[in-house]
């Protein structure tokens, strides 16, 4: 783990909120003011009460109860701008879990993993507490410390050697100890999460274990991870111990010392009054400071480490999304000629009818040859309208459509097959034979036995071919399922010759495997492909995504898409959660807006 990532991160808000720091630190003083005035206060009021002046040694009293006032009043207003100054990492670290499990689903096509991010955020929920509690406790250590040992240096400065090297050995020695409890602390975290997922695990395919008999199985792995977990716990503990025996003697030891010393030091003319004020300091806040400090900084700083080293080992997100091999650029040539195919859509707006709301509004949009496109957007939204405008069926109200920078609506109705080739959601296959239907866009120029095979073999009509008996078995249509009929214009359209294919949901009848078969073909195929998308693997595939929102339209990449485009985020989550195997199957596009 990148040991700068972990420090940036934790300092982040610390650095970009100085003003909170600032008076954290002014509050952290008020609070440490009993430490400060303790020890003077009981050895003036002890000096007062000897000499009878009672009204003076409740003055000194006074002051001390003052000062605990004031310090309860810095307690309070420390942990506002505490609050203040951890929030951020949560919400960070948050974020960076949600982004992280959202990034490496897109990868996969997978839903994002909910358990993990539930489990992820609770241990973001564990680093804020931590981050809070070892800066609390540090904060106070620091604070309480160094105004006990002001007060105790400036009431005897002789007990400096009786307090100094215990304390300094002490903390020292704590330092050393870090190190083997963080790597204890680490295989409890880890452990905890292994255990979780075990669990997780068995209960979800609870039924299936049962099922095989496998009850005893799962139960002793379970059994051993739980045993590990059990040694892991004691053996954190076992450096625990020592670290607060480590303290006690960093705390007791200068105590010690002074009670030995004192003779000495009544002999040197230090008033005994002063030495109860010395002992305040020591029993009192010193050790106080200390046990706090073992105790906050101890468990809590290893417990932040180590969960934030998780959370970012897990959290980091990869850079693309692996999105599989047909995804790349598709040709605009063949055998080094120009296909054509390049689209200019410029201002186009479209509504049915004249008077009618348009449905497209103002769109302009390159598609150059050799783009795979997909066309994203709710049910309704005018995706069909569109692809059916691209392929000149249907004219722009406004604004105009070049195919290779002639506007479409010139073409001759007889020559737009050679152009493009739309297939809709319910493809068209008519009586006749097989091989008619798959060869009629290639009226004039038939095309050769090996091209059929090698078309039926891309596209995946290979199995269909085998059941129906070959090209010449007549078919009837209505026999032949959705699924099937959508096999046959796929191959009618990747024979045709036309450099622009539009394939409208034209794979909704397919499962997952057999559309990224079809549309690997048509993404080998020379000039533009673009595909109105129904699954989120069919838009990963295409390079750009052109995404509907109404009157809006919005192109990029899935990433930038994915970060700058609200629906688009909609339509992802909608798609995760559809192909999840426990919710209903998902609709041919996405949710009616
Ligand atoms: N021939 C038509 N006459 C009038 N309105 C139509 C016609 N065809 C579609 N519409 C309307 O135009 C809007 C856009 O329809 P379109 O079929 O383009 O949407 P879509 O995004 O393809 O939807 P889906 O995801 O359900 O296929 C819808 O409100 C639809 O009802
Ligand atoms: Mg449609």
């Not at 139960?219 to 045993?227: C, F, N």
């Not at 059990?230 to 009670?259: D, F, H, K, N």
Request: charged share 20%.
């Amino acid at each position: 783990m990148k040991r700068g990532e972990r420090y940036a991160v934790l300092t982040r808000s610390l650095r970009h909120r100085p003003r909170d720091v600032a008076w954290l630190a002014a509050w952290s003083a008020v609070e440490a003011l009993p430490a400060l005035v303790s020890g003077w206060a009981i050895a003036e009021a002890i000096s007062h009460f000897l000499a009878g002046r009672t009204a003076g040694a409740f003055g000194w009293l006074s002051l001390l109860a003052l000062a605990a006032l004031a310090g309860a009043c810095g307690t309070r207003q420390a942990t506002v701008r505490l609050g203040a100054l951890v929030e951020p990492l949560r919400d960070e670290l948050v974020g960076r879990i949600v982004a992280g499990a959202l990034a490496s689903s897109m990868g996969t096509a997978k839903p994002p993993d909910t358990d993990a991010v539930a489990r992820m955020t609770h241990q973001a929920e564990i680093v804020r507490d931590s981050f809070a509690s070892v800066l609390s406790v540090a904060r106070r250590f620091v604070f309480t410390a160094g105004s006990t040992l002001i007060g105790l240096f400036t009431l005897v400065p002789s007990v400096f050697p009786y307090v100094i090297p215990p304390l300094a050995a002490s903390v020292l020695i704590l330092r050393l100890l870090l190190r083997p409890f963080a790597a204890r602390q680490r295989r409890l975290v880890i452990g905890e999460e292994l255990v979780a997922n075990s669990a997780a695990k068995a209960v979800s395919g609870l039924r299936d274990v049962t099922a095989c008999g496998a009850e005893d199985l799962v139960l002793a792995g379970l059994s051993d991870r739980i045993t590990e977990q059990a040694e892991a716990v004691r053996s954190v503990a076992r450096v625990g111990s020592a670290r607060v025996l480590c303290i006690a003697a960093g705390g007791w030891l200068p105590l010690l010392l002074v009670l030995a010393a004192t003779p000495s030091m009544v002999r040197h003319g230090i008033a005994p009054a002063r030495i109860i004020g010395a002992i305040a300091y020591i029993s009192g806040s010193l050790r106080g400071a200390l046990s706090t400090l073992s105790q906050g900084v101890g468990a809590g700083l290893v417990r932040l480490l180590v969960t934030l080293d998780r959370i970012l080992e897990a959290s980091t997100m990869p850079t693309t999304p692996a999105v599989d091999s047909v995804s790349v650029h598709r040709p605009g040539t063949h055998g080094g000629q120009d296909v054509g195919g390049n689209l200019r859509l410029r201002g186009v707006t479209f509504g049915y009818g004249r008077y009618a709301e348009p449905i497209i509004r103002d769109l302009s949009i390159d598609i150059a040859s050799g783009t795979h496109l997909a066309i994203v957007g709710p049910s309704g939204i005018g995706k069909s309208s569109l692809a059916c405008l691209v392929a000149g069926m249907l004219e722009p109200t406004a604004g105009e459509i070049l195919l290779d920078g002639v506007p479409i609506a010139r073409y001759p109705a007889r020559s737009l097959p050679q152009k493009r080739v739309l297939i809709p959601q319910e493809a068209y296959v008519f009586a006749g034979t097989l091989a008619e239907n798959i060869q009629y866009l290639r009226d004039a120029d038939q095309p050769a036995d090996w091209e059929v095979d090698a078309a039926a073999d891309a596209v995946g009509l290979g199995p269909l071919v085998s059941r129906l008996g070959g090209y010449q078995a007549i078919i009837n249509p209505v026999g032949l399922s959705a699924g099937e009929r959508q096999l046959i214009a796929l191959t009618r359209a990747y024979l045709s010759r036309a450099p622009v294919a539009i394939l409208d949901e034209a794979t909704c009848h397919l499962d997952a495997a057999a559309e990224q078969r079809a549309e690997a073909a048509f993404a080998r195929r020379p000039g533009t492909l673009i595909v109105v998308a129904h699954r989120i693997s069919s838009a990963l595939r295409a390079e750009r995504i052109l995404v509907l929102d109404g009157n809006q339209a919005q192109a990029g990449e899935h990433e930038s898409l994915l970060a700058g485009s609200a629906m688009y985020r909609e339509l992802v989550g909608y798609w995760m959660a559809a192909s999840r195997p426990d919710t209903a199957p998902a609709p041919a596009s996405a949710p009616a807006r």
